[in-house]
């Protein structure tokens, strides 16, 4: 009975036992069961793209990047051979020896690996980074050779653009640049990662995604130390358009030497339709440093440091005061208000007393009787002066905003500026004061508040000689291999509503500007064709008087059926018919077709340059 009783014991210890063991196993499974479930379900997908990645890599293919030409077809930037480093992040195996090797065999500095590892990281963890662009030969050859101690590390063929003539119109076609973190965030260049170069001004810059085309790739199976053993699948780039610019290259080549050692710009346009058939700012900028990579300090010292901003495209966001290319609008806005007619004559004796100031006129003598045939021709301030008093500031605003000064001309570039063209109203807003009479003479010479650009006074001059149409200006001509003429229609703005008898007129005064003994312009006179144009002196808002005037010239040819309108100013060169006229001529010249003769000696019945405008 005792043994009996034992036994019962015995059996209930022992399944209260089991139970617990068996409660204790069912704990443990169901750990497992949900740390395999957090596995397999919740991280499989990332565990398998990375287990996949330990053999399989994805290499880019980067796209052909489209070619710029010019209106003719010659080619002005390509793109040449080139190997670029990649490095894979999960094949590092040690980082410390990896970037001493890099060190030692190319001469990369350690902390700029670092930072592209860690940049590629963050947007994309499992593809290789770009920790070098442009590979030498001798480069390339240290890495080929000694690709054993450099696990992860891959020298990938590529290209790279090459502007083929430096500085030529660089600040028209632009230049490329790595992507930074806040254009990668935009949205805006969808096909790009960290570290890729994209167009970062100019046409590279506005026609971005049109060049670039999109980028391909190929996934590769490697070992465990990073070698790659076969290509498993690719996916081809697909190659960028070219586009055609309108320029001309030998007149954009012409235009870029004349600047040379010279500040300032030089706008050529067809008249007919606004194409741009030269664009040139000095100083300018070799657009192939950028893609080599310039030193911050080389970049701070000679890019962005001190007043020569030569990034800075002054063709089209250069503001000058007008001077006195700025008295073909006066005349025009004088005859269509009826307040001169072509006969009626001032006496300029050398200065206009009006208040208590003297306005001077740049012939100190003065020139006498003047009627508008001759006060344009000899760019007479007085006449002006009287002139734009007459008219009154709000008129004077309104035929110039007609003529398309003041605002910006819509050129398919970033960084234009408008210029200003000031009336009551703006001065009455921006300072809180009325229009004084005495800022309204001042601004019929094209002084005071008036400032364009370089690109609006060519196109002003092209409004007066094609019949009073405004033409958006136009750079790109078409995109594509094949010429596409729908692309290359002219964008009319609108129409200047005056009488064609008083655009005869001005247009007279700017021929005898060249043409006619004493005008201002001689200069700038070609043998073979009729130029007409008008000069100009412009003092240098807020400077010391000591400082030379900027010198303008504004010019188109030929008269009667106009080809080509040129405007060019050089920054201090004093006078615009010595200093600007001549290069406008030789401009003119070269796109018409003439051979380069000895200019006649200048005669009595030879027009010559007046100095003083």
Known sequence: MSSSGFDQISVEALNRRLFFVTIFVC??????????????????????????????????????????????????VNNLPSFDLYISPDDIQDKERLLRNLKTLINLAPEEVSSRLKKGSKSNPFESVLVKKNLTREELVSIVTNSFSLPGVTAEPTHKRSY??????????????????????SGQYPSSISGDYIGKFGVEGKWQNVLNGKS????????????????????????????????????????????KDKTGAIVAMDPQNGEILAMASSPSFDPNEFVTGIDKTEWKRRLTSGTDSPLQNRAISGQYAPGSVFKMVMALAGLEEGVITPEDSVVCTGSYDFGNRVYHCWNKKGHGSVNLHRAIRESCDVYFYKLGRKIGIDKIAYYAKMCGLGTKTGIELDSEKGGLIPDSEWKLKKYGVAWQPGETISCSIGQSYVMITPVQAARMISVIFNGGKVYQPKIVKWIGDKKNESQSKPILQRELKVKRSNLEIVKNGLIAVVNEAGGTGGRARVKETVVAGKTGSAQVAGIDKKIKDNAWFVGIAPAENPKIAVAVIIEKGEHGGSAAGPLAGDLIKLYLGFAEEEKT??????????EGD
């Open 216 to 259: 391909g790739g190929k996934k590769i199976e490697v070992d465990a130390e990073g070698r790659q053993l076969q290509v498993i699948t690719k996916d081809p780039a697909v190659s960028g358009q070219s586009i055609t610019l309108t320029i001309d290259k030998d007149l954009q080549a012409l235009a870029d030497t004349m600047l």
């Open 27 to 76: 704990i443990v499974f169901a750990v497992l069961v949900m740390r395999l479930w957090f596995l397999q379900g919740i991280n499989g997908q990332r565990y398998w793209t990375k287990s996949q990645n330990n053999r399989i890599h994805v290499q880019r293919n980067l796209s052909f990047r489209g070619l710029i030409l010019d209106r003719n077809g010659e080619v002005l």
């Open 601 to 610: 000696p200048v005669s009595q019945d030879t027009p010559i340059s007046v």
């Open 164 to 185: 083929l003539y430096g500085n030529f119109a660089a600040h028209l076609i632009g230049h490329l640049g790595e992507i930074n973190e806040k254009e990668l965030a």
